[in-house]
Each structure stands twice: as structure tokens, then as C-alpha cells.
């Protein structure tokens, strides 16, 4: 009997082509391509006073050149502005190419197009743009100050301003019996795939339609968005994923200039066109998060018990919206955690800076959240002078309370209501797995050595799986092999295995035969996109709803064959018997081969389905009356809600003495996304997770000098941590299944990274013994806090003295 | 154009190259190797990481010129009939990998760890691969997957060059 897949640390099926160099990402498509280049702005916040091309043209090689000025109506209109909000007053998108302004470096403003990258960028480097320059805006506390506008219609600089209220808090305030006021501050940083976004069309004039290539993280969302302003019917245009070389949020956004200008031009020139971003373009063109200014104001009683939360958030946007305020409605929202505060207010107002655009970045929003949340809970333990868990669990939301409604509206539009959890059982894992309360002793014996130790801890909820729907197709052909399609992408997160799984469990064949696609909208046209930590749940339970009506199909036709009632029926390892009686049975590759009646026998299983092999009743029609030829089904899953993963991280490190060097000792995690379909990948998820979690609050920032020129522009400077950084990941795991979805599951891509600053400011401020309340913090920024608190103590006690 | 003549996973080429063409798009662009892939531009992250005599250089740093009279080999000549080379199991094996970018270059590199060092501690190994970004996996499972391939045999060796010698 064949062993159920799902929950097992299945390999990848991913890994043999990945492994040998025989992965295809986007550029290495197209060895024939004409390639594109741009030239982009340099200033911050301009006027485009002219653009000279003439010197280009000398380059031997140029094919065309495109400024504003030569696109189309459709192409020269603004881009979408994709999640409209009522609370989003003022959206502004940027033109495929700047027109008369330029609001950020690295806006695109001329695209080149010539025989190879080299002869594209040696002709770009002949252009001259004029600009006159403006006054720049840069860091969210400029924004906020408004002496200067990013766009002139655009008072103040707010793009959004939006009020979420549960409960009377200042009442709440008024009458708690302590109050604390926290400010806060978290720095911009970046998704940094390894590849870079890229862009590879290829225009039939015969045909007069389009296949394009996208290293996206949404191919059914770039195929609408290039119909719309190429005016193609979407008949007439797919695109596809390749291997995608990693997103992590940067590649849901759509379309990039750069999506709607290839295959633009490749329509014009007739030839294939392709762009391939370098890295200091996606460093300057692409798209940052993270930025906040906080001020928390919590009011609690005896126990640490919050009795008022009030948050204000200041939100760094960049130059334009077109991703909306999904992120700051997300740190609004997702800030509560496993906690039940007596009431909550969250305001935040998103604003303009010359500065690259901010969309989700993995965590989106929750990191800085978390953040605020934690700070707080860990401010309130040391005010009443309680242990740090003892604080949380005095204010967790209890598995009786589920499921629980915070009465807020989450980032899908629908309720924020928890599904399922049980918070102290996480945190009880936790503090065994990283031995909360021998930390005592352990911090003893290092001070005893001169070391500074410190413990830290973050705990968070996720709502993950949100819709609006996803879709699988489940085809088995007559060589029994099983092939499926979803059309959300994969950027690494092993979906041609962890479906393949699914499939295999639900139909009943083995896992060596079920092979997915996904991503390309040849084959699933309908299909939303990976982000979120929605793959799992949305195409997981939607390949698991085809692959029940095939299967239903399947055995419906082998009961025909096999003169049995499909009840006494049961697949196992692609094989349809009946129960109690194996001898009697069909393969489903025979099955498939019966489910299409056939005029022509194309090989020697296909006379089975031929018309006078006596297998089909000839009192009745070849293809019953609302059945379809083929052993093939769809499935849709389409959730009501988000369903909510939760996780809780503990730390312990280092800090120097002399140099106030950080360094992690131990990172342990508990997680509980349901079931894992693979623990193998799920954990693997968590790894990467954490390390990007580490790069935010140790490493990574976005240093942008006062004209708006990001001065850490590349891998030299902008600090991804390398092996030597991240130390292994201690991981323990609890499956509260979902009661929302067949399968139980709930999103897992997001969650290592979401608690991480959280998790190290509270095990710094550890070891410290100072708050530490903006993140993130390099060695230097320690030093300095140390140097402060010395002086300002040096100073009191002469104060002291004094009097 | 300069006339190089350079053994590419133990074949022979013979090609006219722009003088600035760097070795990765000489291999991705007209020996057609899309294995190697570039990730940075300015040599810290070693996506592009090949073996230049034996030795990882990153492709993206080394002038196809300078190659002239050399071997490479690529993430594409480490496989032979017999199947996959010890550290592309481990990898496969341990999960070392997510979407795979890095993988072709961190391969490379691992396998250059363990011919300095045949029997490396977790330092060394980490210490081996600071030069190499990963994005994905937090390096857990790839200090895990080397490590492993430090046992298996013939880990640190590369067929092809034994074609070239």
C-alpha cells in the first residue's frame, strides 16, 4: 500500500535541473533577442528640460531608441495604481518613461534596444537628458515635516491616511493604571533576490500575438496588464514564469515599466526583445520596504495586562503607490499578534519621498509591526519589573477564544478573525527549545567570563492564504503520467514538488508520476499570484479539488469497464481495483484512454477507444451529455478569509564589550502553519526566513544621503549576509490545522523573517541593559548608544554632585 | 577582436571575442553555457563562480582574454554518465537550494572549499563560502550539504579536468 505523501520531507523534483546548470531563468532565454537598456534618472526630483539621442545612433548596433514621446496613447497613459483603497486619496504612478519629471534615481527615461547589452548601455551612455533640478525629500521624517512636496498636487505629502479603532481608547488610557509612550523607528531595506526582475518577448507577426517571459511572481497578472496597454486581446498573448530566481515580494508588483516596454518593442521591431536588470538597477529601480516612524501609547495594569494600545505610524511610501498601502495596513493590522489588547487604535498616514517605491517586501509590513508589538510587551515586563513571557501570556489570545475576531478589517478586505492557534503551547515549546529559564545561570557564568549575553524574544500571528481564488488543472494522459497546472509562480518554494504531493495523495498515484507546472497562462489562464504565503494554501487546495474530480472521473469509468459500482472502487499507485477483490482491475492509463472516444488509433493502447473495439455502448452518445472527452478535471479554491500561521522566536547573543560587535549565538523557532505538506521545504522556509530576518535587523539598510542618492547601491556596500553571518537555525514545529480548508494547511514563505528585528533588539537590550528602540543597529550604532548612556549617567551623577 | 582557444568542460574552443568581454558572458553568450549566471556585477555575490584551472574565480571578474590557454570548468561539466558529482547530491540531498540561483556558483565554490580543505570544520566551510550569496536558504542546509559531501568520495574532485589532462 502505497504511503501517503503529504507530511513527508519529500526531495525537490526542482533540484536535478537546478543543480546542473540546466535551470532557465529569464535571461538565459532568448540567445537570438535584440537587448534593451535604459537610461535613467539621475536626480532625485528633476524637470526633464531635453533629451539629445543623436550621439547613440553613431553606435554600431542600435536598433531603436524610445523616449516618452514615441509612446502610444494606451502606453503613454500613468501605470495602474493595481489595489485601489478609499483611504488612498492620492495615488500616484510613474510613466513607462518619464516625461517632463522624475521623481526618484533610477526613474526610466530613455529605453535602448540594440544587437547586445554591451552595444545597448554604450549607447545609452551617449544620451544626454537636461534636467532642472527640485528639492528632494528624503526619509520618512522629511515627508511627514512637509516643507517640501514630492508631488506638487499632493498636500502634505500623503498619499493615505487611514484610522482603524476597536473600543474607546482614550477612555482606556484615561483610566489605566500605567502608561508608557514608545517611538520607534525601522530603516528601509530590500527583497534582494539573487536574479534581478528581466523581460523577455517574442511578437509573431504571422500570428499576431505575443509570448512573453517575465521573471515574475504573477504571469496571469502581466499577460492582463500588457493586453491592456498593447491593446492584445488576451487571446492572443501568454506569458509565462521561467525559473524565477528568487522574488520575496519585488516581482508581484506589475507591470514594471520594463514589462510593458519589451514586448512594447518587440511588436514594433518585429524581432524578440529582452531586458535583464543588473543589480544596481534593482537597487535603484525596482522596490524597497521597511521604513516607519512608530509612536506607541499603551496604558496596562498590575499584571502587565493591556488595557489600551494606541499606535500612530508614519509610513515612507517612495515616489509612488502602484502597489497601494497593502504594507502599512498590514503592519496596522497584523501588529496585534497573538495578544487581545482591551482596545486598539492603529493610525497611519503613507507618505511621498523621492525616494524607489515601496511595496511588499517577505513579511510586508508585519516586521515592523512585530516590531512595535514586542518592543512594547518587552517596555511593559521591564517597567514592572515581570519576566518577558510571563507579560505575553498574560495577554495571548487562548485556543478557547478561537476563532477570534479583532474586528478590524484585514489587507484582503475581510475580517481580521483568527482561525486557530494555541499560543501557549508555543510559547512553552519555545522557552524549552531555547531554555528560557536556565538563561539566569547561563548569563552568570559569561558575566563571570566578561561577556555580555542576552536573551531575546518575538512572537507573531501571520494571515496567509489570502484570496482571491487559485485554480489546478489535473490531466492524466494514456501514458498514465499525471500532469498538472496552476498559475500561481514559484520562485524556489519547491511547488513542483509540495503539489505533486497533493495530487498524488488525492488521485492515488505515485508521486513519480504527477509532474506541475505552474505559472504559465497557456496552461491555467486563471490564477492570481504567489505572495502573501498564499501559494500552499490557495493552489494546494486547488490542485486537491481537481485532482478529487478526477479522480471521481476516473473511477466512474473504470466502473463501466469493470462492471462495478465506483463506490466498491479504490486508486492506489495508478491502478483503479476493487476493494477486497485486486484482481480485477484497470489502469488509469487505460482509464485515460477510454475517457476519450476516439476515431483514429494513434498507437496500440488508443484502439481501445476506437469505434468498433466494442468498449463503448451503442446506445449511447461516444461523450455522455454533459461530460467532456479526457481524464481531466479543474478545481478552484476561493477562501472566505485569510487563514492566520503564527510563530514564536527566541535568540540568544553576544554583544562586545569593546567593540559592541553583535553576535548571534543561538536562533530557536517554533512555527505552526497547520499542516506541513513537506517539512523538509517548510523548514527550509523558515532557514531562509530568519536569515533575511537577520540581514533587517543587523545588516541591510538603504543609505540615501540628503539629494536622494542611494549611496550603497550594490553588494559591495549593501551588506546580505553571507554563510559567516547566519548560524543554524534551531526549528521546532506544532500543526494546529486549519479548519478552513480541506487540507488543513496555512501559509509558511513569510514567517521566519516577520519577528527577527523584534527578536534581536529585545536580546540586545538584554545584554545591554538599555532599551534599544530603532532597528537596524550596526555595531557603531551600539557603540554609540553605550557612549550616550555613559555620558548622560556621567552627567547626572555630576548633576548630583552639584547640588 | 582577440582569437582565444579555451577547454570548456574538457571541450576545446576556438573563438574571436571583444577584448572587454567578461568570461561569464563568453560562456552564457556564445558557448551558449546558461548555467552560470550572474547576480551582482561587481564580484561579491559568486553566482557566476567557475573553475579556472581548477581554481573558483568569479566569471563576472575574469576577462574571457585572460582565459587564452586555460581550463574552465562550469557547473555544467561537473555531471558524468555515472550521474551527478558528489556535491550536486548533497545539495539535492540536504535541500541546499531554493529557487537555485546561487546554486551553479555556491557548488563551485563548495567544491573549491573542500579541495583546500578535504575535512573542514563548520568555520571553515562557513568561512569558505563568504563570497557566496544565498537569499534563500540561510545557508543552514548548504553548511550541512558541504559538510556531508566532505564524507562522500570524490567530493572534491572535478571529472572534466581529468579530461583536460
Known amino acids: 500500500m502505497t504511503t501517503r505523501s503529504i507530511g513527508h520531507s519529500v526531495q525537490r523534483r526542482e533540484d536535478p535541473r537546478l543543480v546542473t546548470g540546466n535551470g532557465r531563468y529569464l535571461d538565459d532565454l532568448g540567445r537570438d533577442a535584440l537587448a534593451a537598456a535604459f537610461v535613467r534618472s539621475p536626480h532625485a526630483h528633476a524637470t526633464i528640460t531635453g533629451i539629445d539621442i543623436t550621439d547613440a545612433w553613431e553606435v554600431d548596433g542600435v536598433e531603436a531608441i524610445y523616449t516618452f514621446e514615441d509612446l502610444d496613447e494606451l502606453m503613454a497613459r500613468p501605470l495602474p495604481v493595481l489595489i485601489p483603497h478609499p483611504a488612498l486619496t492620492h495615488p500616484r504612478t510613474c510613466l513607462a518613461l518619464a516625461d517632463t519629471e522624475v521623481n526618484h534615481v533610477g526613474e526610466p527615461v530613455v529605453m535602448v534596444v540594440a544587437r547586445d547589452r554591451y552595444v545597448a548601455e554604450d549607447a545609452a551612455a551617449r544620451i544626454v537628458v537636461s534636467y532642472e533640478t527640485k528639492p528632494v525629500v528624503v526619509g520618512v521624517a522629511a515627508a511627514r515635516e512637509a516643507a517640501l512636496a514630492v508631488h506638487d498636487d499632493v498636500p502634505d505629502n500623503v498619499a493615505a491616511h487611514l484610522i482603524q479603532e476597536v473600543g474607546d481608547v482614550d477612555a482606556a488610557l484615561a483610566c489605566s493604571p500605567h502608561r508608557l509612550t514608545i517611538p520607534l523607528t525601522i530603516e528601509r531595506s530590500a527583497c534582494m533576490p539573487m536574479e534581478g526582475k528581466g523581460v523577455y518577448a517574442v511578437w509573431d507577426r504571422d500570428d499576431a500575438s505575443m509570448r512573453m517571459w517575465s521573471s515574475t511572481q504573477t504571469s496571469t497578472g502581466v499577460r492582463a496588464a500588457v493586453a491592456a496597454r498593447l491593446g492584445i486581446p488576451l487571446a492572443r498573448i501568454q506569458c509565462m514564469a521561467p525559473d524565477v530566481g528568487g522574488g520575496f515580494g519585488v516581482k508581484i508588483n506589475h507591470p514594471w515599466p520594463e514589462e510593458l516596454l519589451v514586448p512594447w518593442a518587440a511588436r514594433a521591431l518585429g524581432r524578440p526583445v529582452k531586458w535583464a536588470e543588473d543589480r544596481r538597477e534593482h537597487f535603484v529601480s525596482s522596490a524597497h520596504e521597511r521604513q516607519q516612524l512608530q509612536e506607541v501609547e499603551v496604558g496596562f495594569d498590575d499584571d502587565g495586562r493591556i488595557l489600551a494600545l494606541d499606535v500612530k505610524v508614519w509610513h515612507d511610501n517612495g515616489a509612488y503607490t502602484p502597489y497601494g498601502i497593502i504594507v502599512p495596513i498590514i503592519t496596522a493590522t497584523q501588529l496585534l499578534g497573538p495578544y487581545k489588547p482591551g482596545t486598539y487604535r492603529c493610525e497611519f498616514w503613507s507618505l511621498y519621498t523621492n525616494t524607489v517605491i515601496v511595496t511588499p517586501y517577505r513579511g510586508a509590513g508585519r516586521p515592523q509591526g512585530v516590531f512595535a508589538m514586542e518592543r512594547t510587551m518587552d517596555a511593559i515586563a521591564a517597567f514592572l519589573g515581570k519576566d518577558r513571557t510571563e507579560v505575553r501570556s498574560t495577554n495571548f489570545i487562548l485556543p478557547q477564544d478561537m476563532p477570534y475576531d479583532h474586528g478590524l478589517m484585514f489587507q484582503d478586505g475581510r475580517p481580521l478573525k483568527y482561525d486557530s492557534g494555541d499560543f501557549p503551547a508555543s510559547l512553552a515549546k519555545l522557552k524549552a527549545l531555547v531554555g528560557w529559564d536556565d538563561f539566569a545561570a547561563y548569563r552568570e557564568q559569561a558575566e563571570a567570563e566578561g561577556r555580555k549575553v542576552g536573551l531575546g524574544i518575538g512572537c507573531y500571528v501571520e494571515g496567509t492564504g489570502v484570496g482571491p481564488y487559485e485554480g489546478g488543472h489535473v490531466h492524466v494522459e494514456t501514458s498514465g503520467q499525471v500532469f498538472v497546472a496552476t498559475g500561481l509562480t514559484s520562485q524556489g518554494q519547491g511547488h513542483e514538488t509540495a503539489f505533486a504531493q497533493i495530487v498524488a495523495d488525492e488521485l492515488g498515484v505515485r508521486f513519480e508520476d504527477v509532474h506541475v507546472t505552474t505559472g504559465d497562462t497557456r496552461r491555467m489562464p486563471y490564477a492570481v499570484g504567489t505572495f502573501a504565503s498564499r501559494a500552499a494554501v490557495m493552489s494546494g487546495n486547488a490542485v486537491a479539488a481537481a485532482a478529487k474530480v478526477v479522480r471521481e472521473k476516473a473511477l466512474r469509468i473504470a466502473a463501466d469497464a469493470l462492471e462495478a459500482n465506483p463506490d466498491d472502487l479504490e486508486i492506489e499507485d495508478g491502478v483503479i481495483s476493487v476493494k477486497g477483490a485486486p484482481d480485477t482491475q484497470i489502469s488509469l492509463s487505460t482509464v485515460a484512454v477510454l475517457s476519450n472516444p476516439l476515431r483514429y488509433a494513434f498507437d496500440d493502447a488508443a484502439k481501445a477507444a476506437t469505434q468498433f473495439a466494442g468498449t463503448f455502448d451503442p446506445d449511447k452518445p461516444p461523450v455522455a451529455e454533459g461530460d467532456e472527452p479526457g481524464l481531466e478535471g479543474k478545481g478552484f479554491y476561493s477562501p472566505t478569509q485569510a487563514t492566520f500561521a503564527n510563530g514564536m522566536h527566541a535568540a540568544i547573543v553576544e554583544t562586545d564589550p569593546v567593540t559592541a560587535e553583535i553576535r548571534i549565538l543561538r536562533y530557536c523557532v517554533v512555527h505552526d502553519c497547520g499542516v506541513m505538506i513537506n517539512p523538509l521545504i517548510v523548514e527550509g522556509q523558515v532557514h531562509g526566513g530568519v536569515a533575511q530576518g537577520v540581514g533587517g535587523a543587523l545588516y541591510e539598510r538603504m543609505a540615501y544621503d540628503e539629494s536622494g542618492q542611494l549611496l550603497n547601491a550594490s553588494f559591495m556596500d549593501f551588506l546580505v549576509p553571507y554563510a559567516s553571518e547566519v548560524p543554524f537555525i534551531e526549528t521546532d514545529h506544532l500543526e494546529t490545522p486549519s479548519p478552513l480548508n480541506p487540507l488543513g494547511i496555512k501559509g509558511a514563505g513569510e514567517a521566519g523573517t516577520i519577528p527577527v528585528s523584534a527578536v534581536l533588539a529585545s536580546a540586545i537590550e538584554d545584554a545591554e541593559g538599555f532599551p534599544i528602540l530603532s532597528m537596524p543597529i550596526s555595531p557603531s550604532e551600539l557603540w554609540e548608544l553605550r557612549r550616550q548612556r555613559a555620558s548622560a549617567a556621567a552627567h547626572s551623577a555630576t548633576t548630583e554632585g552639584d547640588r | ?165
Not at chain 2, 54 to 63: D, E
Not at chain 2, 100 to 126: F, K, S, W
Not at chain 2, 152 to 160: F, H, I, L, T
Request: proline share 4%.
Open chain 2, 1 to 165: 577582436m582577440t582569437r582565444i582557444t579555451v577547454t570548456v568542460d574538457g571541450a576545446k574552443y576556438s573563438d574571436d571575442v571583444e577584448p572587454r568581454t567578461l568570461l561569464v558572458h563568453y560562456l552564457r553568450e556564445t558557448l551558449g553555457k546558461v548555467g552560470t549566471v550572474v547576480g551582482c556585477d561587481t564580484s561579491n555575490c559568486g553566482a557566476c563562480t567557475v573553475h579556472l584551472d581548477g581554481r573558483s574565480v568569479k566569471s563576472c571578474n575574469v576577462l574571457a582574454v585572460q582565459v587564452d590557454g586555460h581550463e574552465v570548468t562550469t557547473i555544467e561539466g561537473l555531471a558524468t554518465e555515472a550521474g551527478l558529482h558528489p556535491m550536486q547530491e548533497s545539495f539535492h540531498e540536504h535541500h541546499a537550494l531554493q529557487c537555485g540561483y546561487c546554486t551553479p556558483g555556491m557548488i563551485m565554490q563548495a567544491i573549491d572549499v573542500l579541495n583546500t580543505h578535504p575535512d573542514p570544520t563548520e568555520e571553515q566551510i562557513r568561512l569558505g563560502l563568504e563570497g557566496n550569496l544565498c537569499r534563500c536558504t540561510g545557508y543552514h542546509n548548504i553548511v550541512k550539504a558541504v559538510a556531508a559531501a566532505a564524507k562522500a568520495p570524490g567530493a572534491a574532485a572535478v571529472s572534466s579536468s581529468k579530461v583536460g589532462d
